[in-house]
């Protein structure tokens, strides 16, 4: 059995969700190596709570802390999120070096409670709670906490790694051709570009230096993080100007600018020409090209 296939089995179980947020680069290849969705919280609930940029700021907000608590304490603990959800944070280390954090959560302890807090949050954030209150209603969707069940989880992922660990060969020697961070970090942007992001939110996820972060990026990406952000923003742009009706304005809202005038001078650097040239230039060639044989 792989790692990412004792993580899907556990997670099988339904009765709480595990993911792995890797602070050492040991899990971004080879047999250590997870997707995505092992990595994030990728679950409904956690979505539906930041579909808001005042719910996403939070959760990540919230995220950073307690990553850098974990570091700092390097010894399990639990916790109780903005929303109501019971989570075990669960650091993995290689000797006295941290290597992941391993989360395992998405249940709670008591539903009105977690409910009326989830409630709260939402009120302070001005967001509208409806999406999240089905969950604590049905436990098929949160399940309810079992901290011992939790623990026996997280104890058997650390068990399998002590085991594995050693009969893995050591990380190349070589440097990579990109940094694991850096390559964390473009992921992080191609994820989330439609909202603001900053480097220093990357660097508090991270629990490192934001200015060697952004040095890093610009060393293996040959561009800066923001600039990446920026270009990453424009060619979506460029794809919903050719793909759809909507206005040049909403498509600047949409692909992540906060100001129309600074979308407008971007893409004319970018492209050459305006964003209402661009449509139009890409209407024309989709008439006038050659329409494919029956």
């Not at 280390?93 to 409630?119: H, M, W, Y």
């Not at 990453?232 to 600018?257: H, I, K, P, T």
């Not at 004319?268 to 209402?276: D, E, H, L, S, V």
Request: hydrophobic share 40%; glycine share 6%.
């Amino acid at each position: 059995m792989t790692f990412q296939e004792l993580l899907l089995f556990l997670n099988r179980d339904g009765r709480f969700r595990l993911n792995l947020y890797d602070v050492s680069g040991r899990f971004a290849d080879g047999a250590l190596s997870l997707p995505r969705s092992l990595i994030i919280h990728a679950q409904p609930f956690c979505d539906a709570a930041k579909a808001t940029v005042g719910g996403y700021r939070l959760c990540t907000s919230c995220k950073a802390t307690v990553c850098r608590m974990a570091l700092r304490r390097k010894a399990p603990f639990f916790g109780i999120c903005p929303y109501g959800l019971c989570e075990l944070v669960y650091p993995i280390l290689d000797g006295d070096r941290p290597l992941g954090i391993l989360f395992v959560g998405n249940c709670v302890e008591d539903r009105q409670t977690s409910r009326a807090k989830a409630e709260a949050t939402c009120a302070e954030r001005g967001a509208d709670p409806a999406p999240l209150l089905p969950y604590f209603s049905d436990p098929s969707l949160l399940p309810d906490a079992d901290r011992g069940r939790m623990m026996e989880a997280a104890r058997l992922v650390e068990s399998y790694l002590r085991l594995l660990l050693p009969t893995l060969p050591p990380p190349a020697a070589e440097k990579p051709s990109v940094h694991w961070v850096v390559q964390r970090m473009a992921e992080y942007a191609e994820e989330n570009f439609r909202r603001e992001v900053t480097l220093r939110e990357v660097s508090r996820l991270y629990a490192m230096n934001e200015v060697y972060m952004g040095q890093l990026f610009r060393t293996h990406m040959g561009l800066s993080f923001h600039g990446y952000l920026s270009d990453l923003r424009l060619r979506y742009a460029a794809s919903l100007l050719c793909d759809s009706e909507q206005s040049v304005l909403a498509v600047a809202m949409d692909s992540g600018f906060a100001s129309i005038s600074y979308f407008n001078r971007s893409f004319a650097r970018r492209f050459g020409m305006t964003p209402t040239e661009y449509r139009r230039r890409a209407k024309t060639f989709e008439k006038t090209s050659p329409k494919p044989l029956q």
